[in-house]
């Protein structure tokens, strides 16, 4: 009897093949689309080739040293997992099973403020596991101060405020499908926690669901969100705050002038703004201003360790992984998450030591050239 065995998941383009045959077409166009005509989607990953690595040769690399170090913290690897809302749309077990695979590598997971799950729940699925928080500021400061106050009882490290999500993007390919999966409840996990969330409504989401999903997207999207709200953040929280979200210099910046801790360089995946710089284009000249006094994390594009090392060798202290692991979870749940996570890690390593390189923390521009 033959067995069909499905494929492996090196490439990229198997994973995202894979996913699309496990996930329903308008969830899987969810996440894979990006804004407009995916001019920018597309550019995230094809600017990458722009930068081609120069391997450095005879050195000593039977020992190599993946480790960073952010904020006095050590983590294991230069891979953090991207804040990715409502994965209950992807797999049942949602951030359940991705806090799973992310804690056999102990890899530190940047929670989203629309999970399917709440905060305290992937918290108590992380155990010790690194963890920080994503926060996506409510139009009510009651809303987010509680957010906050919830995260850091749970154990969450950081504060990553997402700043390039004023409204929605134009994303089409959602539009087309009329799918909208903010309006399904599996991105209300921690309002529906949420005591503040909860005392504003009549009736609990339990009894009134559709009130309470109407109710979460009106305090959602927060479009007069300026730097005075950064402010009012970092007053009520002692942990660190990241902005994320940052492409312009001016905006990294004005983000020191504010006395935030750290910026996550992003375009979302390509899914706000069509037509804007792809991250790794924008990189060099955010470093540039940064001068290394905040770590500067880097997402959007990643696809292979290869890409990690760039980024890495601009300068970024540490890269997140978005797409890849949530088509990992459409295809085996945490096992699917695991086995990416897992050739991210062995590429990455094999990628410094076929470049002679033996540690991360040795990457830089000469290692790069622009082609
Ligand atoms: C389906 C999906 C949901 C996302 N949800 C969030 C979110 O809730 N909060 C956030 O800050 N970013 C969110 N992002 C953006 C990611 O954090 C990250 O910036 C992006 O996935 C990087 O691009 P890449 O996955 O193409 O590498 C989401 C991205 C995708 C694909």
Redo the contacts with the bound molecule.
């Keep these: 009897m033959s067995v069909l065995r499905r494929k492996h998941l090196y490439h990229f383009e198997d994973l995202e093949s894979e996913a699309a045959k496990a996930m329903d077409p308008h969830p899987f166009s ?2 894979q689309s990006g804004a407009g005509h995916e001019e920018t989607l597309q550019d ?1 990953t094809r600017d990458f080739r722009k930068w081609k690595i120069r391997p450095k040769f005879l050195n000593d690399v039977s020992k190599r040293d993946l480790s960073i170090s952010i904020f006095g913290e050590t983590f294991d690897t230069p891979y953090f997992l ?5 994965l209950g749309i992807v797999h049942p077990e949602a951030e359940l099973a991705v806090a799973r695979a992310a804690k056999r590598f102990n890899l530190p997971y940047i929670a ?3 999970t399917t799950f709440s905060l305290e729940e992937i918290a108590k699925e992380l155990g010790t596991n690194p963890r920080w928080f ?1 926060l996506y500021c409510s139009q009510d400061r009651n809303i987010t101060q509680s957010f906050i106050q919830r995260a850091e009882l749970a154990g969450y490290t950081a504060i990553v405020v ?1 700043i390039d999500t004023p409204t929605a993007g134009w994303r089409t390919a959602d539009l087309s499908n009329q799918y909208f999966p903010l309006k399904l409840g599996t991105a209300s996990g921690n309002y529906f926690a949420d005591p503040v969330f909860r005392s504003s409504l009549i009736q609990p989401p339990e009894k009134d669901f559709d009130t309470a999903i109407e109710k979460q997207m009106d305090v959602f999207f927060s479009p007069s969100f300026t730097w005075e709200d950064i402010q009012f953040i970092q007053n009520v929280t002692k942990l660190p705050v990241l902005l ?1 979200g940052i492409l312009h210099p001016i905006d990294a910046q004005k983000a020191m002038e504010y006395g935030v801790d750290g910026i996550v360089v ?1 375009n ?2 390509g ?1 706000q703004l069509d037509g804007c710089i792809s991250t790794i284009a924008a990189l060099p000249e955010i470093i540039e201003v940064i001068q290394g006094k905040i770590p500067v994390l880097f ?4 696809r292979k360790g290869a890409d990690a090392f760039k980024a890495l060798a601009l300068g970024a202290d540490a890269v ?1 992984l ?2 890849p692991y ?1 088509y990992g979870l459409a295809v085996n749940g945490e096992e699917g998450v695991s086995e990416v996570l897992g050739h991210f890690i062995q590429d990455l390593d094999v990628s410094l030591a076929t470049a002679g390189v033996a540690s991360v923390n040795s990457l830089n521009r000469s290692l790069l050239v622009k082609v």
Excluded: F
């Design positions: 969810y996440v995230n991207a804040p990715i809302g409502n989203s403020t629309v994503q997402t994320k992003s979302h995946g899914r997402d959007s594009g990643i997140l978005g797409r949530v």
